[in-house]
C-alpha cells in the first residue's frame, strides 16, 4: 500500500468512528445546515480526514484538475498568490472552520489558480470528485450554494429577517411585490376630445383619482386627476365642455407591471405624483395609486414625502425626523435591501434640505442671485443612512473674482442659515468645516474648477482626502448644468493623469478590511472601541475608494458606488463575476450597518458605526467576513493594477 493509500484509509477509518460528531459539526454551517440527514450521511461515508501541518500546501496550480471537495474541520487555509512583479506572494482569502473549497475549480474540472496554504496546523475533510459530482445531482442546497456561493447565504439571512418581519410585524407586504399583481381594476380612460364635464363624471361613476387620455391604441397621451381638477376650479374654469386634452397633464410617468412596489414609491417621492400609470408594450394596461399602495398597508413614503416639502415650519420639519427612522425600522424588518433604504433615506433628507433652503429664504429673504446646493460624500453618492452629517457647499456663476466676491457675501449669511437649520433636523455640523457657510466652499463655477484642479495637479494628502470627498457630487438645489459641467471637466482631469490616479489607488489601499489571520476578525484592542470594528471606515470604505478610483480614471460619470461597480462591469474594466461579488459583499456589510443603527436607536444610544463581531450569529459573521474578503479582493486588484 502506497503512503497516499495509508493516509487515505487512516482518514476514512476516523471519519467512521466519528460519524454523529461530524454530522453535528456541519449542522452548525452552510449549506450543510439545509441538507437532507441522508445526504449528509453519504457525505461523510466517502470522506477521509486528512491533517496538514502549518505552512503545508494543500492544493495548488500546479497539482492539475482538482480530485477532491475540502472541508476544514479544524484550523485555517490561506489563498496565496504570487505579487506580480515581486518575488512575494499575498493572501487573497482565508478559510475557517467550517468552510469548503475549491467549488468553482472543480466544477469547472480545471485546476486552481490560488495555491491554498495551511495557516496553523489544520484538519479537512476530502470528499472525492465522483462522490461530489454524484451528491451535487441530489442535493438542491449544496448544488445552490455551489453556483452562487455567498448570494445563496444572503437568501438565507433575508428569508430569515422576513421570518422575524412575520412574527413582530404581521406579514404585510414586500417592497419586491410586482405592480401587475397590485393593480386591482381596469384603469378608467378616455380620448383626448372627451369634454371635461363628462370624464369627471366618468371619475366619479368609477370612483377612481385618474383618468389617462389615450389615443386609438391605448398609448396613454396624458393624466388629469382630482389636484388638476382643483386647480381648474381654483382658476376659475366655468367651460366644463371644452376637451380635456387642454387641461391633462402632457407624457404621464408610466413604469412596467413588472416593476415593485419600491418603484411606484421612489417614482411618487421624487416627482410629487400621486399616480403611475402601468404600460406593457406601448398600451395602457393599469394605474397605479398613492392610496392603493396605503391601502394595501404599503409603507407610508409618498405621504411623508410630501409632508416634509410642505412642512410650514422648521418645528415640523424636526418632528418629521423621527417618522424617517420608524419608516426605516419597518422596511429592514421587512427585507428590504440596504440599497433600496439609503435611496430612500437620502432621497426624503434631499427633501428636507430642500424645504430647508426655502424656508431660509423666506426668513431671510432672496438673496437675488442664482445658486445651486451641492452634496458631497454619501449624501453625493445616495447611500446616506440614518447617521449622517453634513457635506455641502454653493455654486453660482460670475464674471470675474470681484463679482464673485460681491456673490459670496450676499450667500453666505443665506448658507449659515441653512447651516443651523440642518443641524436642527438632525443633520450634524460637520467638525471638518466642508459645508456651505465655510467661504472656501462657497464658490463660482470657474473657482470650483480652479480648485479641482488643485486636487489633481497637487496630490498632497489633504488634497487626496479632499478627492475622496468632494469627487462624488451632484446638486440637490438649484439649476443642474454647472454641476454636469463640473464633472465633465473633472473626468478629463483625472484620465489624463495616471500619477494621480496612482495616488489615489495607493490612498484607496490605506483602510484595511479587518479579516484576521489568527481571529475571523481584527478588532480594538482597547479603549472605549475595544472588541470591535469600523463598519463604514474599514468596510465600506474599500469599496467606495476603488469604485471612485476607476469610474474616474475610465471616464464614468455615475457617483453611486454600486452604479460604478455595474457600468465598470459593463464596459470591460472589472469581470462581471467579481463585480456581482464586490456588489454583494458592500450590500451586506450596509445591511448590517443599517441594523446596527436601528438597534441603537431603539436602545436609545448614540449612532455608532462600530460592531462586536460576537454580537452576530455563526450565519452572519461568516458571510460579513466573506464581504470583508471581497473588499480585500478589490484592493488587490488595484494594488495589481497600479503596480503598488
Known amino acids: 500500500m502506497s503512503q497516499a493509500d495509508g493516509f487515505a484509509q487512516t482518514g476514512k477509518v476516523a471519519v467512521q468512528q466519528n460519524i454523529h460528531g461530524l454530522m453535528e459539526f456541519l449542522r452548525k454551517y452552510p449549506p450543510f445546515n439545509q441538507m437532507e440527514n441522508a445526504h449528509l450521511a453519504f457525505l461523510l461515508e466517502n470522506c477521509q480526514l486528512r491533517f496538514y501541518a502549518a505552512g503545508e500546501s494543500i492544493i495548488k496550480p500546479d497539482d492539475g484538475p482538482i480530485e477532491h471537495f475540502y472541508i476544514v474541520k479544524q484550523g485555517r487555509v490561506h489563498g496565496e498568490r504570487p505579487h506580480s512583479g515581486q518575488d512575494t506572494s499575498q493572501t487573497t482569502f482565508e478559510i475557517s472552520a467550517g468552510e469548503c473549497f475549491p467549488l468553482a475549480a472543480l466544477i469547472g474540472e480545471r485546476a486552481t489558480r490560488t495555491e491554498h496554504l495551511a495557516a496553523q496546523d489544520t484538519f479537512c475533510l476530502l470528499l472525492n470528485k465522483p462522490a461530489f459530482i454524484k451528491l451535487f445531482s441530489l442535493s438542491n442546497p449544496l448544488r445552490d450554494f455551489a ?16 421570518l422575524r418581519a412575520a ?22 380612460s378616455c380620448r383626448p376630445h372627451t369634454p371635461l364635464r363628462e370624464a369627471v363624471k366618468q371619475m366619479h361613476e368609477q370612483q377612481v383619482g385618474s383618468m389617462v387620455i389615450v389615443d386609438g391604441a391605448l398609448k396613454p397621451l396624458g393624466i388629469f386627476t382630482l389636484r388638476d381638477l382643483r386647480r381648474v376650479v381654483a382658476d376659475g374654469c366655468s367651460d366644463m365642455n371644452q376637451p380635456i386634452s387642454q387641461l391633462m397633464t402632457q ?15 421612489m417614482a411618487m417621492t421624487e416627482r410629487h405624483i400621486a399616480h403611475v400609470c402601468l404600460v406593457e408594450d406601448g398600451r395602457l394596461c393599469g394605474v397605479i395609486s398613492e392610496r392603493d399602495l396605503f391601502s394595501l398597508q404599503r409603507v407610508d413614503l409618498v405621504h411623508l414625502a410630501r409632508s416634509i416639502r410642505h412642512a410650514g415650519k422648521l418645528d415640523t420639519l424636526v418632528a418629521l425626523r423621527s417618522d424617517i427612522r420608524q419608516l426605516v425600522d419597518h422596511m429592514l424588518a421587512h427585507g428590504a435591501s440596504s440599497t433600496q433604504i439609503t435611496q430612500i433615506i437620502t432621497q426624503l433628507n434631499d427633501h428636507c ?9 423666506e426668513v431671510l429673504g432672496d438673496p437675488g442671485v442664482p445658486f445651486s446646493w451641492l452634496c458631497f460624500g454619501s449624501e453625493g453618492r445616495r447611500e446616506q443612512t440614518l447617521y449622517t452629517d453634513q457635506d455641502n457647499g454653493i455654486l453660482f456663476d460670475a464674471s470675474d473674482a470681484a463679482q ?29 468645516q466642508i459645508m456651505a457657510s465655510n467661504p ?21 494628502p489633504e488634497n487626496l482626502l479632499a478627492s475622496s470627498i468632494f469627487f462624488d457630487l451632484r446638486v440637490v438645489w438649484g439649476a443642474e448644468e454647472g454641476c454636469a459641467q463640473l464633472q465633465q471637466e473633472l473626468l478629463e482631469l ?9 495616488m489615489l489607488a495607493d490612498n484607496a489601499l490605506r483602510q484595511k478590511p479587518p479579516v484576521g489571520r489568527l481571529r475571523d476578525f481584527v478588532v480594538a484592542r482597547k479603549g472605549l472601541e475595544k472588541d470591535t470594528l469600523d463598519l463604514k471606515v474599514q468596510g465600506l470604505t474599500p469599496f467606495v475608494d476603488g469604485a471612485r478610483l476607476l469610474a474616474l480614471a475610465h471616464g464614468i460619470a455615475a457617483s453611486n458606488t454600486l452604479e460604478r461597480l455595474r457600468l465598470l462591469a459593463e464596459q470591460g474594466v472589472i469581470d462581471r463575476q467579481d463585480s456581482a461579488a464586490y456588489v454583494e459583499g458592500y450590500h451586506f456589510i450596509q445591511q448590517t450597518r443599517l441594523q446596527l443603527h436601528q438597534q441603537q436607536a ?24 466573506e464581504s470583508f474578503r471581497q473588499a480585500q479582493r478589490l484592493q488587490s486588484s488595484l494594488a495589481l493594477r497600479y503596480q503598488l
Not at 251 to 265: V, Y
Not at 602 to 625: A, E, T, V, Y
Request: proline share 5%; glycine share 4%; aromatic share 6%.
Open 147 to 162: 453556483l452562487r456561493g455567498v448570494s445563496s447565504l444572503l437568501d438565507q439571512v433575508n428569508q430569515q429577517i422576513q
Open 167 to 188: 412574527e413582530t410585524l404581521g406579514a404585510q407586504y414586500s417592497l419586491e411585490a410586482r405592480l401587475g399583481e397590485l393593480s386591482m381594476q381596469q384603469p378608467v
Open 251 to 265: 407624457q404621464p410617468f408610466h413604469l412596467s407591471p413588472q416593476a415593485s412596489a419600491f418603484d411606484a414609491a
Open 353 to 361: 434640505v430642500c424645504r430647508v433652503i426655502e424656508l431660509s429664504i
Open 404 to 432: 464673485a466676491a460681491a456673490i459670496r457675501g450676499r450667500l453666505l449669511p443665506l448658507a449659515e442659515h441653512i447651516n443651523q437649520a440642518l443641524d436642527s433636523c438632525g443633520f450634524s455640523l460637520c467638525k471638518g
Open 440 to 460: 472656501t466652499l462657497c464658490l463660482s463655477r470657474k473657482e470650483w474648477t480652479r480648485r479641482f484642479n488643485d486636487f489633481v495637479r497637487e496630490a498632497t
Open 494 to 502: 483625472v484620465a489624463d493623469n495616471p500619477l494621480f490616479q496612482r
Open 602 to 625: 431603539r436602545s436609545g444610544l448614540p449612532f455608532s458605526n462600530r460592531l462586536d463581531p460576537d454580537s452576530l450569529n455563526q450565519l452572519d459573521r461568516r458571510i460579513l467576513r
